[in-house]
C-alpha cells in the first residue's frame, strides 16, 4: 500500500482509500501560551487554509483527524468550544470528517457538528491500516493492522549549524513495532507492523 505524506505540509494522502489524515490540531493553545507570557494568534484561519488546498489537490473522500483536535484540558473554555465547532463545521462542508479522541478531547462528542463520527480512543481500522491519536494502548483489532498511523508525541528534528546553533523542525517517524514490548501486553499483533508518527499539525 502507498501512502503520501505532502510536501511542506504536516499531513499525508492515502491514494487507495482517498484519505487524507492528520494529528494534533490543539485548537485554542494560543490561550494557554498567553498564561506563559507568550502572545500568538489563533492559527485556525493558516490550518484551514492549508486544508483547502490539501483538499483542491487530492479530492479525499474523507479526513480523518488523529486526536488532540482542541487543547484546554480538563474544563474548556466557551470561547474554544464556538471556534471548534465552526472550525469543524466548514471542514464537513468539503468531505466526511473522522475523529480518534485524544488525551485533549475529553467530552469532545458534545462540542462537534451532527455527523462528525467520533470513534473509540483505542483506534479506527480501515482495511490493513489502523488510526489512532498514541497516548493510550491500541485495540487488539488495531494491533492487526499492516500500518498504524498516530501522532500525540509531536515528533521534532534537532539541526545543528556550523556555528552550533540549534533549531528544531517538525518531522515524520516511519519505524518497525517494538516486539518486545508489543508482547508483554498482546496475545496477538501483526508482526510486520510499521508505525507511522505523523508531525504536528498546528503550526505553533
Partial sequence: MFFQPISNKPALFIPQFETLVLSDLHIGIENELREYGVYADSKIIQMESMIQEMYDEYKPKEIILLGDIKHSIPSTPFYEKKHLYEFLKRLQSYTKIHIIPGNHDGNIK????DNIIIHGS???QKDICGFIHGHRWPSEKIMQSKYVFCGHTHPTV????RLGYNSYEPCWIKTPINIESVKKRYKSY???MILVILPVFNPL
Avoid: I, Q, S, W
Wanted: proline share 7%.
Fill in 158 to 161: 534537532r539541526l545543528t549549524d
Fill in 122 to 124: 483505542d483506534g479506527y
Fill in 190 to 192: 501483526n508482526l510486520d
Fill in 110 to 113: 458534545t462540542m462537534v457538528p
